[in-house]
């Protein structure tokens, strides 16, 4: 069955980095497009990226332009989120998502605080 599951989150301070990946299984990766999304406590589920089959095609919330990178690589069926000048705002548990299907990844908890 179709499967993603993130990893990198972690703790970080104001500033730094962190990039998250994604690994997909159970479809073929190289026609998916993915995105990425973030929930903070008490907050909705929003969206950050999104990477369509061509690489070059990509989408980013106003929060993410300029800080975070969206990427793929089809070899190793995995997404990336690079994601740079973390602010505090980013605190949430961040979710890969196939997009225009139902499959999402259990998420992981990016912390950013001194």
């Known amino acids: 069955q179709s499967q993603l599951v993130e990893s990198g989150g972690g703790l970080v301070q104001p500033g730094g980095s962190l990039t998250l990946s994604c690994v997909a299984a159970?479809?073929?990766?190289?026609?998916?497009?993915f995105q990425w999304f973030r929930q903070a406590p008490g907050k909705e589920r929003e969206h950050v990226a999104t990477?369509?089959?061509?690489?070059?095609?990509?989408d980013y919330s106003a929060s993410a332009k300029g800080r975070f990178t969206i990427s793929r690589d089809n070899r190793k069926e995995t997404v990336y989120l690079q994601m740079t000048n973390l602010k505090p705002e980013d605190t949430a548990v961040y979710y890969c998502?196939?997009?225009?299907?139902?499959?999402w990844g259990q998420g992981t908890q990016v912390t950013v605080a001194s």
């Open positions: 998502h196939r997009m225009n299907y139902e499959t």
């Open positions: 990477i369509y089959s061509t690489h070059t095609l990509t």
């Open positions: 159970g479809f073929t990766f190289s026609g998916a497009a």
